[in-house]
């Protein structure tokens, strides 16, 4: 299947189309499952370390700026050994 760009696309999820490929072609047949929770695992670390740092370490702010509850970012910097 080949997935055209569209014009309203970011560049993060032209990115992700990109990477994605590129793993299926190094797999070379190899089978694979769990995928999702593969690209959150590598996703998410990063996205929290960034948008905490842009936030100055407020955790109110961070959160707001994720759309997400305090204590669920308080619970996702716990899991990523982010303090």
Do not use: W
């Amino acid at each position: 299947m080949n997935v055209q760009r569209d014009s309203r696309d970011s560049e993060l999820s032209a990115c992700v189309r990109k990477m994605m490929r590129q793993y299926f072609k190094d797999l070379d047949g190899e089978g694979v499952t769990n995928i999702y929770d593969m690209v959150v695992a590598n996703v998410e670390r990063p996205l929290l370390e960034v948008v905490l740092h842009h936030a100055e370490g407020n955790q109110t702010r961070a959160a707001e700026m994720l759309g997400l509850n305090r204590n669920t970012l308080r619970k996702k910097l716990t899991q990523h050994g982010i303090e």
